[in-house]
Each structure stands twice: as structure tokens, then as C-alpha cells.
């Protein structure tokens, strides 16, 4: 019997080892200079509310994208990121700062759980921030902190609140001697 032939050959939507090596290596990039990780499960996320939540993360300067548990993985420990393995299970999904932008690990955690509200399906597996592994109770406290320049700026205040005071408490003779002078000058 002759072989039927059933139509062309078909390609994988993967595009084959080739295609996943790319993929490991710019996710591998990524994670690199990524000062934290989010991971999320989705399941139960519509597609609509997908691009609802992607677009309100990327106007705070936040990328969020669905990977694959295994080329993730394998991104995540040639990136030197191995810490975050366990965390990996089900459907996955991580936010990560946007390539360029200036983001630090509490704007990462407080964007990803302000959406938690909206999106009642999004569910926080845990974080990697630095090489610590951190669970879904531990990135809501990150997400309650101030960020970087609120504290920077806490610091500031912190130093020159006595600055100010010695300063003012060393001019305030000076001062009082010119209100004498002045006072003086007007009655003569």
C-alpha cells in the first residue's frame, strides 16, 4: 500500500532547541541586572485582564511575562539566580523591572500586589530579591515599605533636622543684637 500524504509538514510553535536557547540566554540577560524578581501564578486570568495587568505594570516601569517553569529555570541559574527553583510551579508568570528603568525592589512588589486587588485570580508565589527567596507574605511586607528615594529622602530630613537647630540656635544671639541695634537707632 502507498503512503498518503496528509497534507505539508508542519513547523513547532517553538521554533526547536535553536529558538529556546535564545530565549534562556535573554531571559538569562534580564534576570542579571534585575534587583527583584516576582513570581505569580495566573491561572485563572483571562486574557483581557492579562493585558489589562501587563499595561498597568509597564506604565510603573514593570515588564510581566509568562515562562515556561524549565527554560526559566535554566535562564535563572546561568544568571546566577538559582534561588528561585522552588517558587517555580504550576503556571508562572514573573514581573520584573522594565530593561532601563530605575526601579527598585519595593516599587517591583508594591506594583505587583496594588493589582492583586483588581485581579482577584493573581496569585503571589514569592520574590527573589538580591539571593534571597522571599514567600507571598514576605513580599507584602516589601510592598509596605517606602521605596529607596523615600528613604533616602527620611535620611536627609533626619541630618538636617539638628543642622538646622545649631545653626538657628548660633544666629539667634547675633540676631537678637541686631533687633537691639536697630531698636536703639530708631529711638535716637
Request: positive net charge.
Amino acid at each position: 500500500m502507498a503512503k498518503v500524504k496528509t497534507g505539508p509538514k508542519v513547523k513547532r510553535k517553538g521554533g526547536g532547541v535553536a529558538a529556546k536557547a535564545k530565549k534562556v540566554d535573554a531571559l538569562a540577560e534580564h534576570l542579571t541586572g534585575a534587583p527583584a524578581i516576582v513570581v505569580t501564578e495566573y491561572r485563572g486570568l483571562k486574557v483581557q485582564e492579562l493585558q489589562d495587568l501587563r499595561r498597568k505594570l509597564r506604565a510603573k516601569g514593570v515588564e510581566y511575562h509568562i515562562v515556561k517553569n524549565t527554560l526559566f529555570s535554566r535562564a535563572a541559574t546561568e544568571a546566577g539566580r538559582g534561588a528561585i527553583k522552588p517558587l517555580l510551579t504550576g503556571p508562572t508568570a514573573i514581573a520584573i523591572p522594565a530593561k532601563g528603568q530605575k526601579v527598585d525592589e519595593v516599587e517591583v512588589a508594591r506594583s505587583v500586589v496594588d493589582e492583586l486587588r483588581a485581579f482577584r485570580a493573581l496569585k503571589v508565589m514569592g520574590a527573589l530579591v538580591g539571593e534571597r527567596a522571599f514567600g507571598p507574605d514576605e513580599v507584602t511586607a516589601l510592598s509596605r515599605l517606602p521605596s529607596r528615594q523615600q528613604l533616602q529622602a527620611m535620611f536627609v530630613g533626619t541630618l538636617q533636622a539638628p543642622l538646622g537647630s545649631l545653626t538657628g540656635t548660633l544666629s539667634a544671639p547675633f540676631s537678637q543684637l541686631i533687633h537691639v541695634l536697630t531698636a536703639r537707632g530708631a529711638a535716637a
